[in-house]
């Protein structure tokens, strides 16, 4: 049997009965196989995203500055992947911090690491799938790669969430420009701090996908992280003295 008759077998046919309880807007929709495997995905990522975010035990410190840090861990749920977390403290709150994340029509503009954004599809429920290409700047160490993620949020009364996990939907094939990559795990927390000030912890595992040594990948990651903590704070100002 063919690896893709394969893979086409193990695709669902329908929503689990659990994901239908939790949405069941996403009961009449008609989803293809690949769909339902997307969002289903993303919430399996919410899940342990969220595991993630609130144990703090688990994490190796890996650079610390006075306004942002990195950590690391290794992840049995994405079979032991590689996970980095990253804090970032902004002069911002934290609603005007989500709605500036899903600014995706502006968010190029700011963020010096993507150069491309564009939400391909939406599904009931409140999730998405939304293309990223990396910029030129966050290329040079890897050669340049781009992303399709399903996302969805979740908002609380003082914290934020966003989610993502990589989806593989054939409308929406790899592209000659660059390597597709996959984002195993996407998970960011906002936290208000006072009205005016949040802090952004984002969680996240990329398989970039060709022979690359994973030292190489270590430095790009904390290098092109560095490089988005520096572009949040400074957006954040901006916006604050208009």
């Known amino acids: 049997m063919g690896k893709d008759k394969k893979q086409e077998e193990e695709l669902p046919r329908a ?19 690949p769909d339902i495997k997307a969002i289903e ?19 190796k410190t890996e650079k610390e500055r006075e306004s942002y840090s990195f950590f690391s861990t290794k992840c049995p749920q994405l079979k032991n992947a590689k996970v980095i977390k990253f804090q970032v403290s902004l002069s ?31 599904y009931p429920a409140g999730f998405w ?13 890897i050669s340049k790669r781009d992303f399709t993620t399903c996302c969805t949020k979740q908002i609380g009364e003082n914290e934020a969430y966003y989610f993502g996990a990589a989806a ?20 960011i927390r906002i936290d208000k701090v006072t009205e005016t000030t949040c802090k952004l912890t984002q969680v996240l ?29 400074k957006r954040a100002n901006a916006l604050n003295a208009a």
Request: glycine letters at 6%; proline letters at 5%.
């Open 92 to 122: 911002r709150g934290f609603m005007e911090t989500l709605e500036d994340l899903m600014d995706f029509g502006n968010c190029a503009s700011w963020n010096q690491t993507m150069e491309t954004y564009e939400v391909l599809k939406s």
């Open 129 to 141: 799938i939304l293309y990223t290409r990396a910029s030129d700047e966050a290329s040079k160490a």
């Open 15 to 33: 929503f689990r009965q659990s994901t239908l309880e939790k949405y069941p807007d996403l009961g009449g929709a008609d989803l293809s196989p």
């Open 168 to 187: 593989r939907l054939p409308e929406f094939p790899p592209t000659k420009k660059c390597e597709r990559a996959e984002q195993k795990i996407l998970a």
């Open 205 to 233: 595992s990329i398989k970039f996908g060709g022979l690359i040594p994973q030292a190489a990948i270590d430095a790009a990651m904390v290098n092109s992280l560095t490089q988005y903590a520096k572009c949040l704070q």
């Open 41 to 59: 995905t993303t919430i399996d990522i919410m899940a342990i995203g969220k595991e993630l975010l609130a144990n703090d035990s688990v994490w």
